[in-house]
Nanobody, 126 residues
Framework: QLQLVESGGGLVEPGGSLRLSCAAS????????IGWFRQAPGKEREGVSC????????NFADPVKGRFTISRDNAKNTVYLQMNSLKPEDTAVYYC???????????????????WGRGTQVTVSS
């Protein structure tokens, strides 16, 4: 049974950077598409970024384009979300999610994924 654990969250000042990690256990991530999502208090969960099984296909939500990058190291069973130029509106709990998918396939739709981590808090504040 695949288990996902997010890490790397914390408190950072506006303009700062964080790198989130999504570490998998119980199965290899090599066949899974991975998505990063976030949920702020009082708001719905929204897609941030996603990456296909091989890493060849990625997508980003408009609010984070040009600031966030996503990558994966299947040998380490880990996916990363590099967040730069952080803004207060990026404050949220960030989740990673996984689903076995055809090659080059990944989405920003939360309901498409069937394995979820418990999240890591990111707070952007001065």
């Amino acid at each position: 049974q695949l288990q996902l654990v997010e890490s790397g969250g914390g408190l950072v000042e506006p303009g700062g950077s964080l790198r989130l990690s999504c570490a998998a256990s119980g199965s290899t991530l090599a066949h899974y598409a991975i998505g990063w999502f976030r949920q702020a208090p009082g708001k719905e969960r929204e897609g941030v970024s996603c990456i296909s099984d091989s890493g060849g296909s990625t997508n980003f939500a408009d609010p984070v384009k040009g600031r966030f990058t996503i990558s994966r190291d299947n040998a380490k069973n880990t996916v990363y979300l590099q967040m730069n130029s952080l803004k207060p509106e990026d404050t949220a709990v960030y989740y990673c999610a996984a689903r076995i998918a055809p090659p080059a396939t990944a989405t920003l739709i939360p309901g498409w994924y069937d394995h979820w981590g418990r999240g890591t808090q990111v707070t952007v504040s001065s």
